[in-house]
C-alpha cells in the first residue's frame, strides 16, 4: 500500500526554518583564485532555482538546491541516518568548487538535509530526480536505501512515494563515491593533479536536485524526431502505465498538428529509442536555424485506464543535418539541405568558481550568447555534458553543437570500464537527443580511451540517425563514420578529402594572451604567444576560410576561453573580458576576410 503524507506540524516546521535561516546567514563561498561576475549572485536562498528539464515541463515542483549538510565518507561506511554532519555545502555546486563553500576534494561523501513534502501533494506519487553526480551515488530516504546510479553525466530519478513518512520532515541522505584518476569511468579533463589540458575535477551532486508530484500514471518520455522534407515529426510516447494522449503541435498559440495515440508502458531501458513513431504532419514548416532557431510548442494530455491523468509541454524544432556532395563533387555538411560552413569553438565547459557547474543560469546563457556574438555558428562541448539548460538555451539562441562523448583516460581493459563507457554513451543519447541544436555526437577525442571504434560508432548511428557521428575527432580515425576530422595546431590544416565523409578541422588556434588579474594562476600557457591578438586571429581565422574552397566543412577554433593555466581563450577565464575585437573577430568568423593580408611564410611551428 503506498505511504500517505502530510506537512510537518507548524512546530517541527519553525525549528528547521530557524536552523536554515541560521545556516544561510553563515554561508560563504571559499577564497577561490578567480571568481566569475555572476558568483556575487549565489546564495542559499538561490541556487539555480530555475526548472531544470525545459522539454519535459510539469507545472508543479520543488527544487532541493541549497544548503546541505556534509562529511567525508569512508569504504563500507554506514549513511548517517538520524546524524547531523558537521559540515555543510551548497548544492549542486561540486566539493571542489569555490561555490560549494568548501573547495576541496573527497573521494567518498555524504550529503544530508531534511525536507517537507507540501501538503497540495497529498495522494500523488512523488519522484525524486537528480541532474548529475559523479561518479556513484546511493540515495537513501529516511534510512531506507532507494536505489543507486552510476555516471557522472547523466540524470537519474527514483521514485519515493513508498519510503515518506506520514509525517515529516523527510530525511534524505545521498553517499557518493568518485574515485576520479583511479576510478574506471569516463571522466574527460577531470584529474586529482591539474595541470596543463588536464583540470580541477568535479565530484558529488553537481546538476539541480528536484521533486515532482505526478498521478499514479503518467508520461514518462517523449522524443520527437522531425522530417524536414516530409513536413511531419515522429513521436515516441511513453507512460508508466498504458493509456492514451492528445498531442497538440503549436507555433504561437495556433495549432499546426494534432493526433490521438496510445501511449505504451516504459520506465526505462532499450524501449526509449525503439518502437514505432507516431507522425503528425505539419504544413509549411518553419525551419531551424542558427538565423533562424524556431521552435514549435507541444502540449501533451495523458489518460490512463485508471483515471490517472498528466499534462506536460515540449518543443521541438524542424532542422536536417546530412553530408551529401557539392555541384563539385566534394562532400560537404548540409543544414536542411543548404552547404553550411561552421565554424565555432571549443568549449570546455569550465568555470572557474564552479568548475562543471556555472554559477547560475545568466552565466549558462552567456555562454551561448557570447559565442553568437563572435560570429560562430556553433560550437563544439568537449568531452563533457552540461545540464538540460545549456542546451535549451543553445536551442532558443540558435547554436549548433557538437557532443563529445566524455573521453576515458586510457583504452578500457576490463569488462566493467567497457560497460561504463558504453552504459553513459547511451544515456548521453538518450538524454540530450531531444535538443535540435545537437547536429553531431563526437564518440572519441582523439586517441583517448579508443576501442572498438567502428563498432561504437556505427551503435550510435543506430540509436540516432538523425544525426552526424564523428568516430574519433583528431586523430586515430577508423574510416567510420559521416566525417574526417583533423587537429592542427596552431595554423589550421584539413584532412585530405575523402569519396563519403566531410572533411572538418576539430581543433586549431590556441591564441595565448594572458590578462592580468584575470587569471587562475600566475603561470600560464598557450600554443603560440600573441601580443596583437586581433590580427593574429584574423589571419588564422581566414586561413581556415580559404580551406573552405578545398573541400572544407568546419573549423573548431581552440578555444572560447581560458580555462585554469591554459590562457588561449578568445575570453579570459572569469568571462570579463573578451581578448580580441569583438566585431573584428565575429566578421573573420563569419567569413569576412576581405582584406587580411595571410602571410606567404607562417610562423614555424
Not at 55 to 62: D, H, I, L, N, P
Not at 194 to 202: A, E, F, Q
Request: with cysteine; charged share 20%.
Amino acid at each position: 500500500m503506498r505511504t500517505r503524507y502530510f506537512l510537518t506540524m507548524v512546530t517541527v516546521g519553525s525549528m528547521l526554518m530557524t536552523f536554515n535561516q541560521s545556516a544561510q546567514a553563515g554561508w560563504k563561498p571559499a577564497n577561490g583564485p578567480l571568481m566569475t561576475r555572476w558568483a556575487k549572485d549565489v546564495s542559499p536562498t538561490n541556487a539555480l532555482p530555475e526548472y531544470p528539464r525545459p522539454q519535459m515541463v510539469r507545472a508543479k515542483w520543488e527544487n532541493l538546491n541549497g544548503l546541505w549538510q556534509f562529511a567525508a565518507a569512508k569504504d563500507g561506511e554506514q549513511p548517517p541516518v538520524g546524524k547531523e554532519l558537521a559540515e555543510q555545502i551548497l548544492v549542486p555546486y561540486p566539493v571542489e568548487s569555490a561555490l560549494s563553500g568548501l573547495m576541496r576534494h573527497e573521494e567518498r561523501m555524504w550529503y544530508r538535509r531534511r525536507f517537507d513534502i507540501p501538503a497540495h501533494w497529498n495522494g500523488q506519487h512523488v519522484l525524486l530526480h537528480f541532474g548529475a553526480v559523479d561518479w556513484h551515488a546511493t540515495v537513501y530516504l529516511n534510512g531506507k536505501e532507494i536505489g543507486q546510479h552510476k555516471g557522472g553525466y547523466d540524470g537519474f530519478s527514483f521514485d519515493i512515494t513508498d519510503a515518506l513518512k506520514p509525517g515529516g520532515p523527510q530525511e534524505l541522505i545521498v553517499g557518493v563515491f568518485d574515485g576520479t584518476d583511479k576510478g574506471d569511468q569516463p571522466r574527460g579533463k577531470q584529474t586529482a593533479n591539474p595541470r596543463g589540458i588536464w583540470y580541477t575535477p568535479t565530484s558529488g551532486i553537481w546538476q539541480t536536485i528536484w521533486m515532482e508530484p505526478v498521478a499514479p500514471a503518467h508520461i514518462t518520455a517523449f522524443t520527437p524526431a522531425a522530417d524536414v522534407d516530409r513536413e511531419s515529426v515522429g513521436i515516441k510516447l511513453y507512460a508508466s502505465k498504458n493509456g492514451s494522449a492528445e498531442v497538440r503541435i503549436l507555433d504561437g498559440d495556433d495549432v499546426v498538428g494534432r493526433t490521438m495515440t496510445q501511449v505504451p508502458f516504459w520506465i526505462g531501458g532499450p524501449k526509449r529509442v525503439t518502437g514505432n513513431w507516431l507522425v503528425v504532419s505539419v504544413p509549411h514548416a518553419k525551419l531551424w536555424s542558427p538565423e533562424s532557431p524556431f521552435l514549435y510548442r507541444v502540449e501533451i494530455d495523458f489518460t490512463a485506464g485508471d483515471g490517472s491523468t498528466d499534462h506536460v509541454t515540449s518543443y521541438f524544432a524542424f532542422r536536417k543535418i546530412s553530408v551529401g556532395k557539392d555541384d563539385k563533387g566534394i562532400p560537404r555538411i548540409f543544414l536542411n539541405n543548404k552547404p553550411i560552413f561552421m565554424t565555432g569553438p571549443l568549449d570546455q565547459g569550465f568555470w572557474p568558481d564552479g568548475l562543471y557547474t556555472a554559477p547560475t543560469d545568466e552565466a549558462l546563457r552567456y555562454d551561448i550568447e557570447v559565442t553568437k556574438k563572435l560570429g560562430f555558428n556553433m560550437t563544439r562541448k568537449h568531452v563533457k555534458v552540461e545540464p538540460e539548460r545549456w542546451y535549451y538555451w543553445a536551442d532558443k539562441l540558435g547554436l549548433l553543437v557538437w557532443q563529445d562523448m566524455p573521453s576515458m583516460r586510457t583504452a578500457p581493459t576490463t569488462d566493467e570500464q567497457k560497460q561504463n563507457f558504453e552504459s553513459e554513451l547511451d544515456h548521453l543519447i538518450e538524454g540530450r537527443r531531444e535538443h535540435p541544436s545537437i547536429v553531431m555526437w563526437v564518440v572519441f577525442n582523439e586517441g583517448w580511451g579508443q576501442f572498438q571504434t567502428a563498432r561504437l560508432t556505427q551503435h550510435v548511428k543506430q540509436l540516432d540517425p538523425t544525426r552526424l557521428v564523428n568516430n574519433a575527432s583528431g586523430w586515430d580515425d577508423q574510416n567510420v563514420g559521416d566525417v574526417i576530422d583533423k587537429h592542427h595546431y596552431p595554423d589550421p590544416a584539413m584532412p585530405n578529402l575523402q569519396e563519403t565523409r566531410a572533411a572538418v578541422l576539430g581543433e586549431f588556434g590556441g591564441l595565448k594572451l594572458v590578462i592580468p588579474d584575470h587569471t587562475w594562476a600566475k603561470t600560464a600557457w598557450g600554443y603560440r604567444e600573441s601580443t596583437s591578438i586581433t590580427a593574429d586571429y584574423e589571419v588564422m581565422f581566414a586561413q581556415a576560410w580559404k580551406l573552405r574552397d578545398k573541400g572544407l566543412c568546419a573549423a573548431v577554433y581552440t578555444q572560447i576561453t581560458d580555462v585554469e593555466t591554459e590562457c588561449n581563450g578568445l575570453l579570459t577565464y572569469d568571462r570579463a573580458i573578451i581578448k580580441p575585437d569583438l566585431a573584428r573577430a565575429a566578421a573573420v568568423n563569419s567569413g569576412h576576410i576581405e582584406g587580411i593580408v595571410i602571410p606567404a611564410t607562417q610562423p614555424a611551428r
